[in-house]
């Protein structure tokens, strides 16, 4: 395993990146993040990612039957239901999402890792042409610049961003085995916005996971399984797009690619994980 310093400014490669999840950690297979809280220091974006990171977890508890918020059903699939409202951001028509999703046999904090561990994301973020991480802050802090494949006749977009992952089970006593990443929108002086042909894309989102532990009536030894393990999911997106791309052409965008982005990180995080021992931290 590299490491950590030497990923800075570096292109992740399909080809060359696909690395076997046990070399993280050959006896469990995943790396502990020890995550109880932000480890930046004095960086410049500690006061902005503690702000967005408590935001965003309050966003995501709130109840989405508030009317005054506008949450209409976006999707309703089984263990799948999405939300979404309009908003107009400097005359641009966006769509934030609030989806609830409930897969068994994984951990919250399992889920998270893979969601933001940069060497796994090829294997389920199809949307992603090229990515870079541009500066570790910290164990649970990168900056990523991704460069997505180009859809239809829009033009090509990018982002830059900072990513946090984090636990929350001292911030809610009631839910104690919660985990949280929040992706945001941030600047960057190697990739600044207009430095391309892409337009720039600007996003918040996050993906706030609790891990339920559930008894089985035929177990009698007491050892837990991943049959006993379920993963509860909230995921928030407020994206905007940039430049100008039809509405037509957004919703049944969103409507596509929201679930099987979930989908498919969730079927690739379970995968990886079957035969591991379960991991809550």
């Known amino acids: 395993m590299e490491e950590p310093r030497s990923i800075l400014k570096k292109e992740w490669k399909k080809s060359e990146e696909k690395l076997d999840i046990q ?3 050959p006896k469990n297979g995943l790396v502990s ?14 006061t902005e990612i503690e702000l967005m990171v408590r935001q965003q977890a309050h966003k995501a508890r709130c109840n989405i039957d508030d009317k005054t918020l506008g949450w209409k059903v976006f999707l309703d699939d089984n263990d799948m239901k999405i939300y979404r409202c309009e908003e107009d951001i400097n005359g641009i028509l966006c769509y934030p999402i609030k989806a ?5 046999g994984i951990t919250g904090f399992e889920l998270c890792h893979f969601f933001f561990t940069p060497k796994y994301r090829y294997d389920w973020d199809v949307l992603v042409d090229k990515m870079i991480v541009l500066e570790e802050i910290a164990d649970d802090t990168l900056v990523f610049m991704q460069k997505y494949k180009k ?3 829009s033009s090509q977009r990018d982002s830059v961003f ?21 992706n945001h929108s941030t600047e960057h002086p190697d990739y600044e916005a207009g430095s391309s042909k892409n337009v720039r894309v600007q996003l918040t989102v996050s993906l706030l996971c609790q891990t339920i532990v559930k008894k089985s009536e035929t177990d009698t030894d007491g050892v837990l399984t991943r049959d006993n393990v379920i993963c ?16 037509a ?4 965008f969103y409507k596509k690619e929201y679930p099987r982005f979930l989908k498919r990180l969730t079927t690739y995080a379970k995968s990886q994980t079957k035969n591991q021992s379960i991991r809550f931290d």
């Open 23 to 25: 070399n993280d950690n």
């Open 33 to 46: 993040y020890p995550l109880p809280s932000i480890q930046c220091g004095s960086h410049r974006l500690v």
């Open 100 to 104: 609830y999703y409930t897969v068994c």
């Open 151 to 153: 859809i239809c006749f």
């Open 162 to 182: 900072w990513s946090h992952m984090r636990s929350l089970k001292d911030e809610d006593e009631n839910n104690p085995d919660q985990w949280i990443v929040v």
């Open 232 to 247: 509860k999911l909230i995921y928030c997106a407020s994206i905007n797009p940039g430049g100008w791309t039809s509405p």
């Open 249 to 252: 052409l957004l919703k049944p």
